[in-house]
């Protein structure tokens, strides 16, 4: 945990995830399209102040805010660290990087679709589009937008998949892109393969200087084929490899649960609890063809620190809307189960006690073969879940001891930060007027004090999404960095 501390806002370094299964023929090209000229860029935001953005790499090289540096100390305690690192930064107030949004989803879901539909879309904006595809034939037809793009403005990439062995490359491209078209286009969309982790692809933008000083993270858009989700979630993969299915649902920002027209409401519905017990803070959106307002793709702000407390929010809401679910489910025990269509609802449909007795009968009236039900059939019919992707939330009231929680998340990220996918969080930190809000993915962790807690109450609100994580283990010792 050497060096980590909250204040610091530490960026760790640390190596990149690869996966096996990657095809070396992949190819990746980006197209400057220009769709709509009707609207300017988007306004940029203020990087320093209530509510607004901090470039803490800057900010970090301005002033050294080490928690454990005695005047940075100091600083903290007196709640005042936005004010001092707006005095000491000395760049721009204004965030003029490019946003990119990475569109991610699993072979044949949607992803060419929808990048079609915004393309096609009338919002403004200037689009350059990151096409990453497998083999060497040509350009999705499909891809109406693309056509009218004249060839001076398509950069190839052919050795690989973005998210391992084309990383580089798409470094260089981007750079490239900003260097000689940046007059042109106002956001990049990053269309991944089906095949892709989108971890690296997103930690690229932290880690490299080239591309985090001139782009900024929007979001990653998960396009989720409700048909087949279930088959590839399930899939058992051999140890060391990745079930891509799941790291694209756990690293999305937002969701768009596709191809609705092929599946019944059940299916929706157990699909939907699904991806919730994977990634609890994404939000879902039902498409047929991936018509989805542009909005709910586009200015995401899914990696900004000041919409940290919002999305924390919104999952502890759905967490808290589920709980009562269950427990409803619990005090109407078996009745309400056999009245419930809803296979993966959460409810107790009393399996245990009566699949048994009478695990046949309910077996027949339960139409969903994936619903993870013991049917008492007694020929390995129920399937396997790979549950070990989840969403984990914490809330607790009180004051938190700065070198307790700076220890703690320290010992946290050296530990486990392989298998803590993506994180975000208020903290109450004793002596601090401000709330302190972080995000991280895998080692990189941001954080910044945020706007004052004033009168209101201060809890401490985390969510981790995460591979194998110790609920109980993670709980217990965050408890232990109260003051
Ligand atoms: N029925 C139905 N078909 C859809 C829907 N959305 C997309 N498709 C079709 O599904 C197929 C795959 O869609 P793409 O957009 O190419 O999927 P992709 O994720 O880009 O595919 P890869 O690049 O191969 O990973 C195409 O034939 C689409 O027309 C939908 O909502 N319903």
Redesign the pocket.
Known sequence: MAGFSLAGSMIARKSFVTSGSRNPTARATVRVHSVSRGSQARSRRSLVGKGNKVNLASVQDAIPLSVRDSRAKKIYRQGAVCQAAAEAVEYSMVDNRIPVTIIT????????????HILTQDHGLRIAVVEN??GEQDI?G?LVALVEVGEENIMMLNNGCLCCTVREDLVKMLSDLCRNKRQLFDHVLI?T??IANPAPIVQTFYLEPELNNEYKLDGVIT?V?SKHVTQHLDEVKPDGIVNEAIEQIAFADRIVL?????VDDSTISAVTSRIKNINGMATIVH?????VDVKYVMGVGGFDLDKVEDEVNQNLAKEEESHDHDAHAHSHGHEHAADCAEPDCGHDHGHDAHAHSHGHEHAADCAEPDCGHDHGHGHGHAHVHDDSVTSISLVRKGELDLDKVNNWLGLLLETRSEDLYRMKGVLAIAGCDERFVFQGVHSLFEGVPDRPWGDEERVSKLVFIGKDLPKKEIEESFDTCFV
Request: aromatic residues 6%.
């Open positions: 989803g699993f072979l044949g879901s949607g992803k060419t679709t929808l990048l079609n595809e497998f999705d499909s269309e393969t089906g396009v084929d596709n191809k609705i027209d092929l498409a047929q063809r991936s018509v």
